[in-house]
């Protein structure tokens, strides 16, 4: 586990694959995802920081709630509902909704809901600091878009927005991959998933975890989608 600031009252915390992320306000902190092999990021994150600490999910995939048994209650869009509980996880949603903003005390979190990788994936907008945690939709690594709940189509909506929006912030940092992604880097994201939809792009059939699936290697990040 490798855990640093990276930029003021900002940490992120590397499992090696997967990352998840504490920021500080004046009065309280919050903890974007929680891990995959990570049990105790609160723990962690108590060393850090003395304000209360809440969580907020960027989506409900496993790989991103390693922790979330050491909170009572945890932001998350209610659209991932589905994904959540058929997991068999239990704990209580604190709902958030697009447009929303968390206020820490003096740093207000904006929720951009940005379905595709799943129906309720969210990133969150660290406003003054204009720095943009996106949770797996963009990255450069390995982009799952295959089995259910996954869709290309509100994928590319959803990157239109991030695009839109890109003039209120300066770095964006994903879960997975690379440490960090440049907006000016979003187009490329769209292109991609709309080649895949119009059968312009050349896949590779693949096996993982016992699904036939096609990986379309564009060079920048690799999209694994349904055969």
């Not at 929720?111 to 949770?135: E, Q």
């Not at 490329?188 to 975890?209: H, Q």
């Amino acid at each position: 586990m490798t855990v640093k600031e990276i930029y003021e009252g900002a940490w992120l915390f590397d499992e090696g694959g997967v990352k998840f992320f504490l920021l500080e306000g004046s009065e309280r902190a919050v903890l974007i995802d929680s891990g995959m092999q990570t049990h105790d990021a609160r723990t962690l994150a108590e060393k850090i920081t003395s304000l209360p600490i809440s969580l907020i999910n960027t989506h409900a995939d496993g790989d991103h709630l390693g922790s979330i048994q050491q909170f009572e209650s945890f932001y998350m869009h209610p659209a991932e509902c589905p994904n959540f509980y058929r997991q068999g996880r239990q704990g209580k949603i604190d709902p958030v909704w697009d447009g929303d903003v968390i206020d820490l005390g003096g740093r207000p979190l904006k929720i951009i809901h940005t379905p595709g990788h799943t129906p309720g994936s969210i990133a969150i907008l660290d406003v003054n600091a204009r720095r943009i945690f996106t949770g797996d939709p963009v990255q450069d690594g390995r982009i799952f878009m295959f089995g259910p709940m996954r869709d290309l189509h509100s994928y590319i909506h959803s990157v239109n927005r991030l695009i839109s929006l890109s003039e209120s912030f300066d770095v964006i940092y994903p879960s997975h991959g690379s440490e960090t992604a440049d907006p000016k880097d979003l187009p490329k994201f769209k292109e991609a998933a709309e080649n895949i939809l119009s059968n312009k792009a050349a896949g590779k059939t693949e096996d993982m975890w016992g699904n036939k699936i096609t990986a379309y290697d564009m060079g920048f990040a690799t999209f694994l989608c349904d055969a």
